[in-house]
């Protein structure tokens, strides 16, 4: 009898907490694995920065070819600055970020806001796919929307031009006009992302404040100014501050793609990832690009950090860490 009460008795607390950490362990996995082996042990390769990466023809694995490569300091980093481009290129890089940091925050927050005040969901729900839909395409569809357009022979503004008698431009021998054309292509196709994250978190704002406010006789705008953006204040820094650590970065798809490579327009669209790209493809040398993508990387954690140090000045409690 006492055998049959023992085994009908539940499992003590410690192996019930075993086994839940168990499962939520094994939730994680993946993920942990992946960083693992796409994130930290990739970071093993930085060494080739300092290196004049070689193929030890005897036995080419990755791993010989590191050991028997010749070691140079930090001469794969000069390259960046010793072509007479260097600010043009330096400059664009921190300057479309910037801009569209800015311009994709206010823009962003604006668009949430308003979808959140369409009562008819079947319109928000349109509006929300039709602004989303643009970040699933590559930038190798998106130049040929934008082509559409561009194109001298084929595009409509040519077809325009020759109907109006005007002369044709050939839109990708003019560098002028990309700062404003590759602004308008990178808000097209991210903002509707961006937009989303913020209306998910307008979505997650008692509602009560505003029947409050609205009793009140706080009109709409008042509403927005005093409920809506000050919950939204800690998700904007943050955000912002992720994207101060990627300043340095530039997505290589719309700078390269979008503008077709066209050589006139390299003193609007050469950025750092372009020019290491371009580089490396002449030189065959993987120490510089490496050595460019650590310098990157390495710039954007110390952005990263004062951006946060600043912020928490400021205000502690919006501060990343």
Known sequence: MSKSMESAKP????????????????????????LILLRYLPMFGIVIAFQKFEIYTKNPTL???I?????????????LFATSDSWKMI????????????LGTVIAVALAIMLSLLTKKFVAKTYQT??????????????YFLMAFLDPTYGLIAHL?????????DWYMISKPWPILLTVAYLWKNIGYSTVLYLAAITGIDTSQYEAASIDGANKRQQIRFITIPHLKTMIIILFIMSVGRIVNSDFGLFYTVPQ???????ATQVLDTYVYRSFMATNNPGMSTAASLLQNVVGFFCVLTANSIVRRIDEDSSLF
């Open 63 to 65: 791993l010989n070819n």
């Open 130 to 143: 039709v602004m989303f839909f643009p970040y699933f395409l590559s930038w190798v569809v998106a130049s």
């Open 161 to 169: 031009q020759k109907q109006l008698g005007m002369e044709v431009t």
């Open 261 to 267: 490579n066209s050589g006139p327009l390299f003193p």
């Open 11 to 34: 499992p003590s607390k410690g192996l019930a907490k075993k086994k839940k950490n168990l499962i939520l362990l094994s939730m994680l996995a993946p993920g942990a694995i992946w």
């Open 91 to 102: 400059r664009n890089t921190v300057g479309y970020n910037a801009l569209w940091i800015v």
């Open 67 to 79: 050991i028997h490569s010749k070691w140079v300091g930090f001469k794969n980093f000069g390259f």
